[in-house]
């Protein structure tokens, strides 16, 4: 069993900037495939970001590119996506998800919320325009 427990949101300014982290305990972490999802009021769960176990891959939503980066310290069991320029319409909830790589292709599934098996409670994140 893998936990997850996500930190750093808040309310930030139009353009501003957070950091979000993402704790994971229970197993090795490095043979995890990590993603970020979010969900706005009212919207469905939408992809955000991924990363591979090693960190060597890492894929964006169109919206985030070149904004958003996702990246991942396997010494410290953490995966964090930094955010910056941030637009109100990135305001959401932001949820970390895992799963263990071998399970498939990031490139195939990466972005599929209903591959993941882990799910953290999820970090408000705020933008006041």
């Known amino acids: 069993q893998v936990q997850l427990v996500e930190s750093g949101g808040g309310l930030v300014q139009t353009g501003g900037s957070l950091r979000l982290a993402c704790a994971a305990s229970?197993?090795?972490?490095?043979?995890?495939?990590m993603g970020w999802f979010r969900q706005a009021p009212g919207k469905e769960r939408e992809f955000v970001a991924a990363?591979?176990?090693?960190?060597?891959?890492?894929l964006y939503t169109d919206s985030v590119k070149g904004r958003f980066t996702i990246s991942r310290d396997n010494a410290k069991n953490t995966v964090y996506l930094q955010m910056n320029s941030l637009k109100f319409e990135d305001t959401a909830v932001y949820l970390c998800?895992?799963?263990?790589?071998?399970?498939?292709?990031?490139?195939?599934?990466?972005?599929?919320?209903?591959?993941?098996?882990?799910w953290g409670q999820g970090t408000q994140v705020t933008v006041s325009s």
């Open positions: 229970g197993r090795t972490f490095s043979n995890y495939r």
């Open positions: 998800a895992g799963v263990r790589s071998s399970k498939g292709s990031i490139y195939v599934s990466g972005h599929r919320d209903s591959e993941y098996d882990y």
């Open positions: 990363i591979s176990g090693t960190g060597s891959i890492t």
